[in-house]
């Protein structure tokens, strides 16, 4: 399985624009970019998904490199509900139901 | 539409028991995917049901199992618990989008603490 790498932890400060790395220097021509966030004492969320161009929804944007290589997550506006652990994952088009999560990035937001 | 819900939430096993956790998808999913959740090895996939079928599976020993039913609502087993088999066991269903991948939903989770 494709691995992706991402920070421990990153920091920011409230209505700050936050950048949020990964790493899959593996990833095949299938895999498609997840990512999800998780609270405290709750199942992953799902944030945004992407393949080859870059995505935007109302939580966030995902912009992908072009060699696919690796990817960032963008949260325009940091509030404090944005605070916990982000989580970059890959998920096979012929992989049916699995995510293959990495240790994912503790966000942090100050106010 | 109501979220995935996970029965029970908390439970509390010795090793040697088994145990049986149940998910409920959302409405409409027929994909239910499980994952173990513990801190030394973050979220692991565990298996993968569809249409009653398993399509995918981790890697994980033959005493975790699970099934699924018509109305797609999914169980799994845990036989001959071990104290490493503490963790919180999270559902998740899905749909598979236009483009060819699976959105998936998590539920709470259910806590299982093996003593």
């Known amino acids: 399985d494709a691995k992706t790498t991402q920070p421990n932890s990153m920091e920011s400060n409230e209505e700050e624009p936050v950048h949020l790395p990964c790493n899959h220097s593996t990833i095949s021509g299938t895999d498609y970019i997840h990512w999800y966030r998780q609270l405290p004492s709750q199942g992953p969320e799902y944030v945004i998904h992407?393949?080859?161009s870059n995505v935007n929804n109302r939580m966030a944007s995902l912009a992908i490199a072009e060699d696919r290589k690796s990817s960032t997550l963008i949260l325009h506006r940091a509030t404090l509900r944005d605070a916990a652990v982000y989580y970059c994952s890959l998920a096979g088009g012929t992989s049916y139901g699995k995510l293959t999560f990495g240790q994912g990035t503790i966000l942090t937001v100050h106010p | 539409k109501a979220g995935v819900t996970q029965t029970p939430r908390y439970l509390i096993k010795t090793r040697g028991q088994q145990v049986t956790l149940s998910c409920s998808p959302i409405s409409g999913h027929r994909s239910v995917s499980w994952y173990q959740q513990t801190p030394g090895q973050g979220l692991q996939f565990l298996f993968e049901y569809f249409s009653e079928t398993q399509r995918n599976k981790g890697n994980f020993p033959g005493r975790f199992s699970g099934r699924q039913f018509s109305n797609s609502r999914s169980e799994m087993n845990v036989s001959t618990l071990e104290l490493g088999d503490s963790a919180l066991y999270l559902c998740a269903s899905s749909f598979r989008d236009r483009g060819g991948t699976d959105t998936q939903y998590f539920g709470p989770g259910t806590r299982l603490t093996v003593l």
């Open positions: 992407g393949l080859t």
